[in-house]
């Protein structure tokens, strides 16, 4: 069984940094691209950054492109997000997704919260 499990969210001042960790288990992990996406309260579900499989390809969304930083460790079957520079605009439940043709997988999500 397919487990994702994201760590590292919590409550930041405005312009801190938190760094997102996502642990997989039960796959393949190098077979997945891993994808970062956010729900923030009344919006909808944003992607905002993803890694190929080997870690070479890497895509952001406008909005946090130059802020945060998608990186993985196949060796380890983690996935991270570093997130800078944080604003208020950032608060919101992260969710990790594992995915392959036909197939995906998704954490339970880790709250960010950024507030002064």
């Known amino acids: 069984q397919v487990q994702l499990v994201e760590s590292g969210g919590g409550y930041v001042q405005p312009g801190g940094s938190l760094r997102l960790s996502c642990a997989a288990s039960g796959c393949t992990f190098g077979d997945f691209a891993m994808t970062w996406y956010r729900r923030a309260p009344g919006k909808k579900r944003e992607l905002v950054a993803s890694v190929g499989t080997t870690g070479d390809n890497t895509d952001y969304a406008d909005s946090v492109k130059g802020q945060f930083t998608i990186s993985r460790d196949n060796a380890k079957n983690t996935v991270a997000l570093q997130m800078n520079s944080l604003n208020p605009e950032d608060t919101a439940v992260y969710y990790c997704?594992?995915?392959?043709?036909?197939?995906?997988?998704w954490g339970q999500g880790t709250q960010v919260t950024v507030s002064s």
């Open positions: 997704n594992a995915w392959q043709t036909q197939t995906d997988y």
